[in-house]
């Protein structure tokens, strides 16, 4: 007696299930910035992906988890621009200003990808971590800094590094929130204020 053979869906390469991520998350995304975080589904994503909700969840166990997977491409896109334009620089100076003016220049020309990370409301309502915990950016970010923060002790002293470092991106990040929200203001070329925060502190 022969052995029935079963026939089933073949298995999905590595290469199929990436195109298949790829296109929810372009579709994710242009939901994002066209209806907000909080008024998209997972059945929308799945009709803007061409895809059957449950086919969805195979990808992604819920909203949050296409969320955090969009975060993370921003910013391993982010970091990787602010490490080679750092390494560019010859003085802790230098690069603390080419790594401010990488940032800046990354949310403003990205806006849209400013308002789903910073802007959205997911995290009133969730209990997942919020970005700088799940994408590492302040694991990323001391990676970026620990070169320069030898020479930034003979300039601050040894116990307030970090505090000027924290004021610093606060600082930096105020500055990207006001140019890419409040549009109508002329405001100055940004690398103006870097400069003046760096020169008044160094």
């Not at 296109?23 to 799945?46: C, D, H, N, P, W």
């Not at 909203?63 to 750092?86: G, M, T, Y």
Request: glycine share 4%; net charge negative.
């Amino acid at each position: 007696m022969s052995q029935q053979v079963k026939m089933g869906r073949p298995k999905q390469t590595d290469d199929e299930r990436q195109v298949k991520v790829d296109k929810i998350i372009q579709a994710a995304q242009s939901l994002f910035v066209a209806e907000g975080y909080t008024s998209v589904s997972m059945r929308k994503i799945a009709a803007k992906a061409d895809m059957g909700t449950m086919t969805l969840y195979k990808y992604f166990p819920n909203k949050n988890a296409i969320l955090h997977h969009i975060w993370a491409q921003f910013f391993d896109e982010l970091f990787s621009l602010i490490r080679a334009d750092v390494g560019n620089e010859k003085d802790a100076k230098g690069q603390l200003r080419k790594m401010c003016i990488t940032y800046l220049n990354y949310w403003v020309e990205h806006k849209d990808r400013f308002h789903i990370v910073f802007l959205n409301e997911d995290r009133a309502s969730s209990s997942d971590e919020f970005f700088i915990n799940h994408t590492n950016v302040v694991g990323e970010m001391l990676v970026v800094i620990a070169p320069i923060m030898q020479d930034l002790v003979g300039h601050v002293g040894d116990s307030s590094v970090m505090v000027f470092l924290e004021s610093l991106m606060c600082f930096v990040h105020g500055i990207a929130l006001n140019v890419i929200t409040i549009g109508e203001y002329p405001w100055n070329n940004y690398e103006k204020y870097i400069d003046i925060f760096l020169d008044a502190t160094l």
